[in-house]
């Protein structure tokens, strides 16, 4: 078939906003029906850890429950809904996604330098500040500052293969394989200093960011001053490690709280308040993962209420550049609140979850819980357009 319409592609959670839109919808409708609060309707029928998937699968830890236990108390939801200036009728809804947090293989080499520093490199490349996460993951994992770590990405050559940064997968496998290179260079580094204080390796502990024999704990040596006499000796501290095969996907959760007015003359919905939750499982960096869930935010925002393509009855594109396509700036929109909520996902290091894909999911089903919860009408299709508002409004969708 020939079409002028372009090329379909992966776009941030494929399939999954969507699907959203209607199954969230439809939750709300069954809520109403047997006269359940939204809230308690999910609570009641949301999945546990140990429950079966689709796949008959045991659940991994999941906090499904504790996050809509938590938004249910939050002053979000509870808090009286701003009135509207222009008498316009206004509402609250609720809506929650989730992304099962790919896994495939990623893979790391963590080296010490002569002066100390580390370099580690790793075959994925920087598109959502990978750089900065894995240099505070290998931090972490050996006990130094994040400013003593130089990350190298797209190293495809000198480490084993790793797959494509996308699916929120990236961050979850990739920490699992610095942290076990990390843990390799330290067993490295504690056979090199037993040598040093004159005892078997696993006398030598390391803790804080030093290593020091057990049961003379003034013997202390930092890292830095070890990697570099280590190397300095013509010692070579470097280890290369993949994320286990075996993992199992993580789901993270992201629950979207939207509060709208809108015109009955002319069936244009404003976003009057908007707070996003999120489930990271840890968190890495506050302020990227905060980015991460404004940025899907938004961009199911605009999915909701003016993203799509437009077309004559010629087949030519009339929105086909972005003087045209209709996305949200910051003068349409409110400030994006976030709230970050940690349980840790059972495998991986530091129970880390995907962050990139659910932020995106939610949006457009609490903004159309929020517009029946205002004008008692149900919006079917995306966008929601003031055309198609106005329209549902007067029975011709």
């Known amino acids: 078939v020939v079409t002028n319409a372009p090329r379909v592609a992966a776009y941030r959670a494929p399939g999954a906003t969507v699907a959203t839109f209607c199954g969230e919808s439809t939750l709300d409708e069954l809520a109403s029906a047997i006269g359940y609060d939204p809230m308690d309707f999910r609570i009641k029928n949301a999945s546990k850890t140990g429950d079966s998937n689709v796949d008959d699968e045991e659940y991994t830890r999941i906090g499904i429950v504790e996050m809509l236990e938590q938004v249910k108390k939050s002053d979000e939801y509870n808090r009286p809904i701003k009135q509207s200036e222009n008498g316009w009728p206004v509402g609250r809804g609720v809506g929650i996604g989730w992304w099962p947090c790919g896994i495939e293989i990623s893979s790391a080499r963590v080296m010490v330098n002569h002066d100390g520093r580390v370099d580690v490199s790793i075959g994925a490349v920087d598109l959502h500040g990978i750089r900065t996460g894995t240099a505070q993951v290998a931090a972490e994992t050996l006990g130094i500052e994040p400013d003593e770590v130089n990350v190298h990405t797209a190293d495809t050559e000198g480490i084993p293969y790793t797959g494509n940064a996308a699916g929120s997968r990236?961050?979850?496998?990739?920490?699992?394989?610095?942290?076990?290179?990390?843990?390799?260079?330290?067993?490295?580094?504690?056979?090199?200093?037993?040598?040093?204080?004159?005892?078997?390796?696993?006398?030598?502990?390391?803790?804080?960011?030093?290593?020091?024999?057990?049961?003379?704990?003034?013997?202390?040596?930092?890292?830095?001053?070890?990697?570099?006499?280590?190397?300095?000796?013509?010692?070579?501290?470097?280890?290369?490690?993949?994320?286990?095969?075996?993992?199992?996907?993580?789901?993270?959760?992201?629950?979207?709280?939207?509060?709208?007015?809108?015109?009955?003359?002319?069936?244009?919905?404003?976003?009057?308040?908007?707070t996003i939750f999120q489930d990271v499982g840890k968190c890495v960096n506050p302020t990227q993962v905060e980015s991460q869930m404004q940025g899907g935010a938004v961009q199911g925002i605009g999915w909701a209420l003016s993203e799509e393509y437009v077309y004559d009855d010629q087949g030519l594109m009339r929105n086909a550049s972005f003087l045209d396509y209709r996305m949200p700036t910051a003068l349409d929109l409110p400030m994006i609140g976030t709230v970050i909520l940690e349980t840790p996902a059972d495998d991986g290091a530091f129970g880390i979850r995907g962050v990139g894909e659910p932020p995106i999911i939610a949006p457009p089903a609490a903004i159309a819980n929020a517009v029946h919860d205002a004008i008692g009408v149900r919006?079917?299709?995306?966008?929601?357009?003031?055309?198609?508002?106005?329209?549902?409004?007067?029975?011709?969708?």
């Open 170 to 274: 990236i961050t979850r496998t990739l920490s699992q394989a610095v942290f076990k290179a990390g843990s390799a260079v330290i067993a490295q580094m504690k056979e090199k200093m037993a040598v040093r204080f004159g005892i078997d390796a696993e006398f030598v502990e390391y803790e804080g960011g030093y290593f020091y024999a057990r049961d003379n704990q003034d013997s202390k040596v930092s890292f830095k001053d070890a990697g570099a006499a280590v190397t300095k000796n013509g010692s070579n501290i470097v280890a290369t490690a993949s994320n286990d095969p075996g993992m199992r996907p993580a789901n993270g959760y992201a629950m979207s709280i939207a509060d709208v007015e809108v015109d009955p003359e002319t069936g244009k919905i404003q976003l009057t308040d908007f």
């Open 379 to 397: 919006m079917t299709s995306l966008p929601m357009s003031p055309e198609r508002v106005f329209a549902t409004m007067k029975g011709s969708l």
